[in-house]
């Protein structure tokens, strides 16, 4: 059974950084497109950022230069780093892989989804950013 668990979410000052993991069981990060995404009340979910197997990463217009997706391969855990945070920011994150994307794993970023987007995903974790 495929499990995502995501870890480090919080509140912070504008300004402030956060680090969220994302422990992967069985899938490989390595191996497949993985990806953040967030969703505020009453807003639709959308893309942050991913990266692909090849190491390739997009990220959404709004945090790029600001977020960074990372991941550990032998930990097969996937990250995101969380700077310069706006109010803005604050939203459910939640990590989700997919083995069969492929080539449109780049286009999540800055997508709105559904759920049924990706095949699998975490709980998701709450990044609360006040001003």
């Known amino acids: 059974q495929v499990q995502l668990v995501e870890s480090g979410g919080g509140s912070v000052q504008a300004g402030g950084s956060l680090r969220l993991s994302c422990a992967v069981t069985?899938?490989?990060?390595?191996?497949?497109?993985v990806a953040w995404f967030r969703q505020a009340p009453g807003k639709e979910r959308e893309g942050v950022a991913s990266i692909e197997p090849d190491d390739n990463a997009t990220y959404a217009s709004d945090v790029e230069g600001r977020f960074t997706i990372s991941r550990d391969n032998a930990k097969n855990t996937l990250y995101l780093q969380l700077n310069s945070l706006k109010p803005e920011d604050s939203a459910m994150y939640y990590c989700?892989?997919?083995?069969?994307?492929?080539?449109?794993?780049?286009?999540?970023?800055?997508?709105?989804?559904?759920?049924?987007?990706?095949?699998?995903w975490g709980k998701g974790t709450l990044v609360t950013v006040s001003s």
């Open positions: 989700a892989a997919d083995e069969s994307v492929g080539y449109l794993c780049q286009a999540l970023a800055g997508a709105k989804v559904t759920p049924g987007a990706m095949d699998f």
């Open positions: 069985p899938l490989h990060v390595s191996a497949t497109c």
